[in-house]
DNA sequence: CGCGCTACTGAACAGCCATTCAATAAAACT
DNA sequence: AGTTTTATTGAATGGCTGTTCAGTAGCGCG
């Protein structure tokens, strides 16, 4: 325990392919380094844990001196709860453009939402573990709890929606909060799995649970499998074929 | 931050009316000094967080002196493993007992198993808190993923036995492995929510919301609310009315 | 009553860690 | 080029915390 988690050639997968000037740059835009750091935490919770994370990890990690976390987030406390923060912010625009660009029948959207929160980019086992780290202060943290409440209170608001509209389309007899509650605990439960695990389960196998569920629940907008049926467009009792 | 937590006199709701000999007495048998130390640790856990978490604050939690955790479990690391494994214990011990307890078709099997998670002897606030405390710390800590894996697979396992039985019996179309996982997750999620949001949801609307969701995969072994259907013994594919 | 025995105490200690800050160096600006 | 501004460093600091251990006190036993 103790290696620096190299990290510091941070893989910007955006499109920043611009020649950068010097290779050997040492200042860096405030963002840039805010961000750099940021994953740093994220790596450092995953691997060590909320209580053994140090700030003397984190600027390893992100190969920089000391003092720096204190530069740019004054404090421990407050790096911790801007990168909870980030993750929030990363988790919600995930879904909200897997929402957007769904087709808009009934199943499509559910499927989007569903699946959103086991996307690759999102459901990293570090990104998971150190979401988890995070989350179990939340209970002595209102700071923590307040951002994960608020987090949950936009996806949930929208998932309810479809459950309403898809009982709405096919008149289930189940009560949409409670199935609401219901999938959005799987999910959550699903995330904490995949962390437990290690290895054992993927995301791709999280992911075929989730949709095998939605196909049980909502029978008449997916098959067995979980793959949205959308050949019928399906109005209020509508004669099928 | 740093009020001593009193429980002191901890709430032995077991049967232990043996009239103590003197109130005053200081020394105690070994078992119970422990399980007082251990309860002490999961209020500390639960209020304060597993690193804001000091011996101070348990001994303190306790009424007793500094010194006196490593009297008893050597170190603090395996005072926080000893919690675990104490809540691990309690908590098998009330599924197997509710278990054995249960009626013995598949659907009141099911029930007590579902239930089970959901007992108000180990759903307390505190005691979910104090667990999630401890599983966000588990990725990084061989010996408690050992145990939580172990826990877990052992009420899985049962719950997969339950969820095979029932296919069986009604023919439904899952995969028994998958629909285990579903719901086992699902009941994982509704702790972390009951953690999470303080006193908003009780333990009683989780248990509602996984007995809908019981009837809604189980619908030959259910109603819509999720009580167990016994009239019909179910065979195969057997006629229905 | 004395003698150990064991649970327990709490002061002392050593190590760790978040935070500070004076010094430095790179950019930006004039 | 000179000046200011800004980012960064890393050694110093002080507080906190786990652990130790020499001492204390309740308890049973002979």
Known sequence: ?????????????????????????????REKRREQLIKATIESLAVRGYAATTLADVSDGAKLSRGIVNFHFDSKDNLLLETLQFMSDEYQENWKARYAAAPSDTAHKLTALITADLDRKICTPHTVAAWFALMAEAKSRPAY??????????YRGRLTEYCRKAKDEAGYTFDPE????????????????????????????????????LGTIFPKHFDADGRPLTKTPMRKPGRKT
Chains 1, 2 share one sequence.
């Open 1 to 29: 325990m103790g290696n620096p988690l190299d990290i510091g050639k941070i893989q910007n997968g955006n499109e920043e392919t611009e020649a950068s000037p010097s290779p050997s740059r040492r200042r860096e835009s």
């Open 145 to 154: 709890q307040k951002l994960v409440w608020e987090r949950d209170t936009k």
């Open 178 to 213: 409670n199935v609401t509650a219901a999938i959005y605990a799987m999910q959550e439960g699903l995330w904490l799995r995949l962390m437990l695990s290690g290895r054992k389960y993927k995301r791709t196998d999280a992911l075929k649970i989730a949709m095998e569920m």
